[in-house]
């Protein structure tokens, strides 16, 4: 045990500083401080999801006082917008950040991302309007995963990963109980003041601090040279996804797993509070309970699991969890179930940077900005549809969320009183549990290309090109090999 605990600590020491050589070729390097590293990416992914998590209550607070009853309604067409336009968007950013780099297009995403957050308290239709033009830079994942993949070898990629999305569940464990704290006690206008703040850190540290990862030698252009429309056309990398196998599947799975995920975000911290009777302070524990446990599922689970099993695997492991948990917050009727819901929720959250990993280590280095920005895409795609899915199906199931001037009433009838109990207490949940089981399906017959994974002497051979019956050659390869 104390052996296998040494090995996971190298692991993740050898993942956070990993990087590779970025020297341009008159021999300087890129600007910034120091060498490119895993540490750079982790300090911009907190600082802006920090700058986010305080706002989870006044932000709650605004939707209400603007829209009133139709509160859900608007939220899912602000998301949905967002996301369409994010699903548009992050294949074409993704590609050109191929050609131009990746720290102009990570200054770009953070700064238009969190642009609408001064705004909120200045004018909240401003605020909305700039929120849901947003989504066309709404891509920082992406280029972060990407500007991981320039600077890791394949075999420290998962960990990576792994670490990238625990700093994202990390920066959620303590900002919306700070953010609610400081709403109570000094008002929401300080609380939008320090988000700004924090916002234009990351800015900042980005502009100053942040080295570029992408290596000028593999880049076909720079900054001035001409571009064609099919470089930037942003159905183009899309289109390539019918092209090749890996990519087919994989995307399907996060379309029907992510579809449930980005509906349940938008509205499980309501329905706890509104349906379970959590009060506030009961909502910021159990953001804290998921955000800790997230923490160890993507540092030190995801390490245990991906060595034991591999990425395919991880990965339907993964989903088994997330079933669990839907399952749980559709037909649980305790609270105690919700914990235990929250639990698995956490676990579940190894599924994306495996599915971003096994993508990632059969893509070339040029590519690994158009893989994510697909991946970021599909992601996109569900933040709009999401939202909404979940708001039609507790329309038509007749369950009421917008009454939030009595956070408490609702569920207090609605778990003392037998008869006013129905079958399904939560009904998008179950739905999307059954959507989750058909991507854990699709999942079955994902390949497991990474040679880390695989020792037969075929993945030691030269990785061989494709080229599909139209000519052309498909967005990842079909045999990888460390080199």
């Not at 060595?307 to 993964?318: A, D």
């Not at 969890?321 to 917050?329: G, V």
């Not at 956490?346 to 280590?361: E, F, K, W």
């Not at 507790?394 to 009838?413: G, I, Q, R």
Request: a negative charge.
């Amino acid at each position: 045990m104390a052996a296998m605990g040494k090995k996971r600590k190298k692991l993740l020491h050898s993942a956070l500083w990993a990087k590779k050589n970025t020297m341009h070729k008159d021999g300087s390097t890129t600007q910034g401080i120091g060498q490119p590293s895993i540490v750079h990416a982790l300090i911009i992914i907190f600082l802006e999801f920090f700058a986010w998590g305080l706002l989870t209550s006044p932000v709650l607070n605004i939707l209400h006082e603007t829209f009133g009853d139709h509160t859900f309604l608007m939220n899912g067409l602000i998301q949905g917008v967002k996301g369409i336009l994010s699903f548009l968007s992050a294949p074409l950013i993704g590609a050109l950040s191929d050609v131009w780099g990746r720290k102009s297009f990570l200054l770009l995403s953070v700064f238009f991302t969190c642009a609408p957050i001064p705004l909120m308290r200045i004018s909240p239709w401003w605020y909305f309007a700039m929120l849901s033009m947003s989504g066309v830079f709404a891509v920082t994942f992406s280029i972060v995963f990407a500007y991981v993949a320039d600077i890791t070898e394949e075999q420290d990629r998962s960990a990576a990963y792994g670490l990238v999305s625990a700093t994202f569940a990390a920066s959620l464990v303590i900002s919306p109980a700070v953010g609610a704290y400081m709403g109570r006690t000094y008002g929401d206008n300080l609380v939008i003041a320090l988000s700004s703040a924090i916002a234009l850190l990351d800015v900042l540290f980005i502009l100053v601090a942040v080295p570029e990862s992408l290596p000028e030698k593999i880049r076909p252009a720079s900054w001035g040279a001409s571009i064609s429309w099919e470089q930037a056309d942003p159905f183009a990398s899309l289109r390539k996804v019918g092209q090749d196998q890996v990519v087919l599947l994989i995307c399907i799975t996060v379309f029907l797993s992510y579809l449930p995920e980005a509906g349940q975000y938008t509205c499980i911290f309501l329905y706890l509070k509104e349906v379970m009777g959590f009060d506030e302070e009961g909502v910021a524990k159990y953001i804290a309970l998921v955000g800790v446990l997230s923490v160890f599922a993507q540092t030190q689970l995801l390490s245990v699991l991906m060595k034991m099993l591999g990425n395919k695997n991880t990965i339907m492991v993964g989903l088994g969890f997330q079933i669990f948990q839907l399952a749980w917050y559709g037909f649980g009727t305790q609270y105690w179930m919700m914990w235990v819901a929250g639990v698995m929720a956490a676990l579940s959250s190894i599924n994306y940077p495996c599915m971003s990993s096994i993508v990632s280590n059969n893509a070339d280095a040029d590519q690994q900005g158009v893989v994510q920005g697909i991946i970021t895409g599909i992601r996109g795609l569900c933040n709009g549809l999401g939202p909404a899915l979940f708001g039609f199906i507790f329309f038509v199931f007749d369950v009421d969320l917008n009454k939030l001037d009595s956070p408490t009433a609702s569920a207090n009838k609605t778990l003392a009183d037998p008869t006013a109990q129905s079958i399904i207490q939560g009904p998008p949940f179950v739905f999307g549990a059954i959507l989750v089981i058909l991507a854990l399906l699709v999942a079955f017959f994902i390949p497991e290309h990474s040679s880390k994974y695989d020792h037969s002497p075929r993945s030691s051979s030269k990785r061989t090109l494709m080229v599909t019956d139209g000519g052309e050659e498909p967005l990842l390869q079909v045999d990888s090999d460390n080199p």
